[in-house]
């Protein structure tokens, strides 16, 4: 089992910047696949950024890319997103969510991961 807990949400305004983090505890040594997701009301949740594999290849959305950046400390279990630019529209839940493994659903998608945080608000008024 793997405990995620994320923390770092706010309001900001647009054009500011936040960094969220998700502190990882429990059986994490083969969690080779983590990543972010959002979910605004009324909408799907949707991934944000996923460091896919041991390698530390990453992925972004398309919405975020270029303003966002993950990265992840195995040695404290900690992953983070660094939010950069932010706009109205990145208004949302986030959650952290890890795989057992790899994503083998997919790490753009829900059906990739096993573990999920509770989630923090981030809110970004205009």
């Known amino acids: 089992q793997v405990q995620l807990v994320e923390s770092g949400g706010g309001s900001v305004q647009a054009g500011g910047s936040l960094r969220l983090s998700c502190a990882a505890s429990?059986?994490?040594?083969?969690?080779?696949?983590m990543g972010w997701f959002r979910q605004a009301p009324g909408k799907e949740r949707d991934g944000v950024a996923s460091i896919i594999n041991e390698y530390g290849n990453k992925w972004f959305a398309d919405s975020v890319a270029g303003r966002f950046t993950i990265s992840r400390d195995n040695a404290k279990k900690v992953m983070s997103l660094q939010m950069s630019h932010l706009k109205p529209e990145d208004t949302a839940m986030y959650y952290c969510?890890?795989?057992?493994?790899?994503?083998?659903?997919?790490?753009?998608?829900?059906?990739?991961?096993?573990?999920w945080g509770q989630g923090t608000q981030v809110t970004v008024s205009s």
């Open positions: 969510a890890a795989a057992t493994e790899y994503c083998r659903g997919g790490y753009w998608t829900t059906k990739g991961y096993d573990y």
């Open positions: 429990g059986n994490t040594g083969g969690s080779n696949c």
